[in-house]
């Protein structure tokens, strides 16, 4: 009876039974949607800070960058560039200069790698490896010959005879300056704990991966995409810092379309010995025991580590810009606002319709009580009809939702995403800055260095295709809120239809 | 079969109090034809009711059989009605989205009678008003009669003790009120049912062997 009264009910009461349908329908439909898109660009931005911080990094440790000193050239400044009068090769009064400075990065902070004796003596910590990012600045000119037009003097002095004589030399054969600033991402890392950080998230291309005999040793990995642009192949030397390196390999990012973590690798201690770096780090990547131990590690390593930066990949996942970020920024915000307001007009609409379906029926539950039913058996019933309606409402839900899913998959709308690192943004590739000087008189003094503001610069902009899941949470979270629906609008119902006393429902109508 | 001892029900229309019974003492005694008359908002329908175990008497016993109905609980109420009264109101009150079978049906529901008992007894109660035919026939595609037929059979499919009838006859021309007068006289011979009619109709109440008159809450003999 239950069943045949249930379905002649729904069948009898069309039009009641499709709105509430709908309304639930659209609602899990837009629940699906959102969570599965959210699935979606979560493991996008997975897979951009993969790029970055490497497989199976939990959390990172980096010093909170500072401003760098007042005419500080060392750490965290600006490459700074000094030549004496004698520097560089002269040819037709053309002085050719060159020089390649490795220093961390404008902002940089590095810190002592004691830190990473102190992570790896923290509980669960199962791996740790230690980075220094820094940036190779290579400044190449052309300027006039210092000492063409005087006795020791770099330039000729204002009122002076020499004045009368029109400049010469330099590359436009009147006394211009041209030069120009290159630079790329150098990671030192040390090549036996290759198992965590950057080089995790990397595909040997070409040659060979750093590894453990390595260490002291002028030799680096490149960037397969920067080593295409410089031009540079396996067997090649590469200048960093002013000494000559071996390239003994390529690597590819791991994502599509997306450059590795730095232009170029090369070993811890070299690194630090060649950017005057000497026992310093600028990043710890870290490895907990298990997924549910790295809230507890992050604690543990913030009260180790009180001056440091303690990030896991959740905390990391906001710092992921880009086109991505705003798609982040869009489900999480508008998305799941637009469900929960969808979501509550449905359980609404179910409610007030069911409601209103039981004033309706007063005479007929009444009549029903006088027969015999139960409170008890008309609640049943009740509520038994609701829960149809709302798991309608979901499996409608449900194909709608995944008609969704699948229409947003075969868009697969790119969303390109950068992530920062230790406060740096890493986006963008090798860098270069050119420029000239000219005209009459023109030239930089001798003696004198040139600075500039470089950006610190690593590649690591990834683009990545949205993929929106299919999961069997998704469904179960769809299936839970139909029969939740169902179940609260029937609940409500129910218990209005039990407070019914037979003889005024029957007297209300009579 | 009832007894009814200084039965009052009094409650609240807007400001006022209303004595829908006051003080009834009433007996009436197993397989007797009963008819209540009096005029609109006498208390004829509120009488019904407490010997329907509809709604509980603000004082006084109503007792059917050894069961005092006035302090029973609800649970215990509902199964004294679903096994030993029936009901025929003035309007079917059929329901409007299940056959005339099913609609008998709802009637065993609550005493737990089995599907294929079910579905017999009901042939058998429709059979008896004379609506073998219109089993599967759902109450919109019924005359007034033949739908109060089947809220007759759906009264006695149970087989109940009493059966109490709110004008039922009421919605009905005269041709087809004889016809359910005719069913409700044989039912009640055949059965020994104690029939209990609220009517207005004279006709009607002239069938029964005792006439009650009730005015004012207070309940007298004629």
Redesign the interface.
Same mark, same amino acid.
């Given at each position: 009876?239950f069943f045949?009264?249930l379905r002649?009910?729904l069948?009898?009461?069309r039009r009641q039974t499709a709105i509430i349908a709908i309304g639930m329908a659209l609602a899990i439909a837009l629940v699906i949607i959102v969570n599965s898109v959210a699935s979606g660009v979560k493991s996008a931005q997975a897979s951009v800070l993969e790029s970055v911080y490497g497989v199976g990094t939990d959390i990172t440790v980096a010093q909170s960058p500072t401003p760098p000193e007042e005419g500080e050239g060392g750490q965290g400044g600006r490459p700074r560039f000094e030549f004496d009068a004698g520097a560089g090769t002269t040819t037709d009064g053309t002085t050719e200069i060159s020089q390649s400075r490795l220093m961390a990065g404008f902002g940089a902070s590095t810190f002592d790698e004691e830190a990473l004796d102190t992570v790896l003596g923290v509980d669960d910590v199962a791996a740790a490896s230690a980075t220094l990012s820094l940036t190779n600045t290579t400044f190449n000119g052309e300027m006039p010959q210092f000492q063409q037009n005087g006795e020791g003097t770099a330039q000729a002095a204002p009122g002076t005879d020499a004045q009368a004589e029109p400049p010469q030399g330099g590359p436009d054969g009147a006394g211009g300056s041209a030069f120009d600033v290159d630079s790329f991402s150098v990671l030192g890392l040390d090549p036996s704990a290759d198992a965590i950080g950057p080089l995790s998230a990397v595909t040997l291309a070409e040659g060979r991966t750093l590894d453990a005999d390595d260490a002291g040793a002028n030799v680096a990995v490149l960037d397969a995409d920067y080593a295409t642009s410089a031009e540079l192949a396996v067997g090649d030397t590469i200048d960093i810092g002013g000494t000559e390196f071996e390239v003994v390999g390529t690597v590819t990012s791991n994502a599509a379309d997306s450059a590795s973590a730095s232009n170029v690798y090369i070993p811890l201690d070299v690194a630090q010995t060649l950017s005057g770096e000497e026992g310093m780090i600028s990043n710890v990547y870290v490895q907990a025991a298990s997924s549910t131990d790295i809230a507890q590690v992050q604690a543990d390593l913030e009260a180790a580590l009180p001056d440091a930066t303690v990030s896991t990949q959740e905390d990391l996942a906001s710092s992921v810009s880009g086109s991505l970020s705003t798609a982040s920024a869009l489900v999480s915000n508008l998305g799941l606002w637009l469900s929960l307001a969808v979501l509550v007009a449905a359980f609404l609409i179910a409610i007030l319709f069911t409601i209103s379906g039981v004033t309706r029926r007063t005479?007929?539950f009444?009549?029903?009580?006088?027969?015999?039913?139960?409170?008890r058996?008309i609640v049943g019933q009740v509520a038994g009809e609701s829960l149809v309606q709302g798991l309608i409402g979901g499996a409608l839900g449900i194909a709608i939702g995944l008609i969704g899913i699948v229409v947003i998959n075969l868009v697969a709308p790119t969303l390109s995403g950068s992530a920062s690192s230790g406060g740096f943004d890493l986006a963008g590739g090798q860098g270069g800055q050119g420029g000239a000087t000219g005209g009459e008189g023109g030239g930089a003094q001798g003696g004198r260095g040139f600075g500039g503001p470089m950006a610190q610069t690593a590649a690591a902009t990834t683009e990545v295709a949205l993929n929106a899941p299919i999961t069997v949470s998704v469904i179960a979270i769809a299936v839970g809120i139909a029969v939740l629906g169902g179940l609260l609008a029937g609940a409500i119902g129910g218990w209005r239809a039990s407070r019914l006393?037979?003889?005024e429902a029957?007297?209300s109508?009579? | 079969m009832y007894t009814l001892t200084k039965l009052t029900k009094t409650y609240r229309q807007g400001n006022r109090t209303v004595h829908a019974l006051k003080n009834v003492d009433l007996t009436i005694a197993a397989g007797q034809h009963v008819a209540i008359q009096g005029p609109t908002g006498g208390g004829k329908?509120t009488l019904l009711?407490m010997l329907?175990g509809?709604?509980r008497p603000t004082s006084g016993t109503i007792t059917i059989g050894a069961d005092d109905l006035s302090q029973m609980p609800?649970?215990r109420l *509902?199964?004294i009605?679903? =096994?030993e009264i029936?009901?025929v109101?003035?309007?079917f009150?059929l329901?409007?989205?299940?056959t005339a079978q /099913?609609n008998v /049906?709802? *009637?065993l /529901?609550?005493?737990g009678v089995t599907v294929e008992q =079910?579905a017999k007894r009901a042939t058998a109660a429709l059979a008896s008003v004379g609506l073998a035919d219109r089993a599967g026939h759902l109450p919109s595609e019924l005359s007034g009669g033949q739908q109060q037929r089947v809220a007759i059979a =759906?009264?006695l499919v149970?087989e109940p003790d009493v059966l109490l009838a709110?004008e039922p006859t009421g919605a009905l021309d005269e041709e087809t009120r004889d016809e359910i007068l005719d069913i409700l006289d044989g039912l009640r011979r055949d059965r020994g049912l104690t029939l209990i009619v609220v009517t207005h109709d004279s006709a009607v109440a002239r069938r029964a062997e005792r006439r009650l008159h009730i005015k004012a809450g207070t309940v007298t003999e004629r």
């Open positions: 009876m045949t009264y002649r009910e069948a009898g009461r005479r007929e009444g009549t029903l009580k006088a027969i015999g039913w139960s409170d058996r006393r037979p003889a029957l007297r109508v009579g | 329908s009711q329907g509809l709604d609800d649970a *509902a199964k009605r679903a =096994r029936g009901f109101f003035q309007g009150n329901i409007p989205t299940l /099913e /049906e709802t *009637a /529901e609550p005493l =079910r =759906r009264a149970k709110d």
